[in-house]
């Protein structure tokens, strides 16, 4: 299954962050989504073969990498008391017909102070 | 942007009875999807859906892709203790692959 560290985290806002996540294994494409307390998932951005390939209403100090073994991270730069939620990392494959069943991982939750 | 309207709220019912939600938007998705998501942890996929017209289950779980593409709904037979959770739905568009969710349905199972 997709796997994700740290659990927990607080930062303390103007700090960065690095959230990790392991994708399932065979699948080779990877999205982001933030979830806000008492809201749906929101799309952040998705890699496929280690590239950007579709991002949300994000400002750019949301940053990705996908990495050839399976691993993919999710930065944060200058952080805000809004980006406080659940992060949430979803794996799925592109080409196999089934690229929209994405499956998640059980999340990070983030709090900035 | 696109947004996904998802009914009721919440829902608090007795243990055996049977549920219904939807979701309903302005956009033509492609793709429907149905998530549980239990507390501290991340959704789970429970059916996905991709004709319109579609009428799939899993279980006791019966989910329909609306024929104008625009709506689904989840139907829960005889609900048990263990449903209890936030279902949210989610489409997909061709333009892109992310996933638009919906504000999510509580559901609340009385023994």
């Known amino acids: 299954g997709v796997t994700q560290s740290p659990t927990h985290l607080i930062k303390t806002r103007g700090q960065q962050v690095t959230l990790r996540c392991s994708s399932q294994s065979g699948h080779n494409t990877v999205s982001w989504y933030q979830q806000a307390l008492g809201q749906g998932p929101q799309f952040i951005f998705q890699y496929y073969r280690e590239e950007e390939n579709g991002r949300g209403n994000f400002p750019p100090r949301f940053s990705g990498l996908q990495f050839p073994n399976d691993s993919s991270e999710l930065n944060v730069n200058a952080l805000e008391l809004d980006d406080s939620a659940l992060y949430l990392c979803a794996s799925s494959d592109i080409g196999s017909g089934t690229h929209y069943e994405q499956y998640f991982g059980p999340g990070t939750r983030l709090t900035v102070t | 942007g696109q947004q996904l309207n998802q009914s009721p709220q919440s829902m608090f019912i007795q243990e055996g009875e049977d549920v219904s939600m939807n979701c309903t938007s302005s956009s033509i998705f492609n793709t429907w999807l149905w998530y549980k998501q239990d507390p501290g942890e991340g959704p789970v996929l429970l059916i996905a859906?991709?004709?319109?017209?579609e009428l799939t289950s899993n279980g006791r779980l019966t989910a329909q892709f609306g024929i104008t593409r625009k709506d689904s709904f989840l139907n829960i037979s005889a609900s048990i203790p263990s449903d209890v959770g936030i279902y949210f739905c989610?489409?997909?568009?061709?333009?892109?692959?992310?996933?638009?969710f919906g504000s999510g349905t509580r559901l609340l199972v009385r023994p």
């Open positions: 859906l991709y004709k319109a017209g």
């Open positions: 989610a489409g997909g568009m061709d333009s892109s692959y992310k996933l638009i």
